[in-house]
């Protein structure tokens, strides 16, 4: 079975480009990511090489949520073709309840960011007593 490589222009297929025709939005650039529990905390790892974490990458907390932030920037250099995406890219994942953005660390080596954090605290289940209120005596 033989099969024809894609066809590409200044680095991007043209599947690519004619799918940006029919209205699609580009594809950014995806960060892959694996979760895990180390001890009491939480570890998220994202592979991203070739980012300056001190230019290209924002980790942020906001109302439960960790959003990873940054962007990839293409090297100028004529290319015959690349499977390299460039450009803007972001991941938002659920953040353990009541995590708190002073105990989250993150740290960026070897393409390889982790971002730390307690696990979810649990707790026992409260009952709340419901009262009752009589109707107004007319």
């Known amino acids: 079975m033989t099969t024809t490589p894609a066809v590409h222009r200044d680095g991007v297929s043209l599947v690519s480009e004619l799918m940006s025709w029919f209205g699609n939005v580009p594809m950014q650039p995806e960060i892959k990511v694996e979760e895990y529990q180390e001890g009491e905390r939480r570890i998220v790892r994202a592979d991203l090489p070739g980012v300056d974490p001190d230019k290209d990458i924002a980790v942020t907390v906001d109302d439960g949520l960790l959003r990873l932030h940054g962007e990839r920037r293409a090297e100028q250099h004529d290319r ?13 994942l659920s953040l353990p309840a009541g995590t708190k953005p002073e105990d989250v660390t993150a740290e960026y080596a070897d393409g390889v960011l982790t971002v730390s954090m307690p696990l979810a605290t649990t707790t ?5 007593p419901v009262t009752h209120r009589e109707p107004p005596v007319e």
Do not use: D, K, L
Not at 80 to 92: H, K, L, P
């Open 80 to 92: 015959y073709r690349t499977e390299i995406r460039y450009g803007s890219f972001e991941r938002v």
């Open 124 to 128: 026992a289940p409260q009952q709340i």
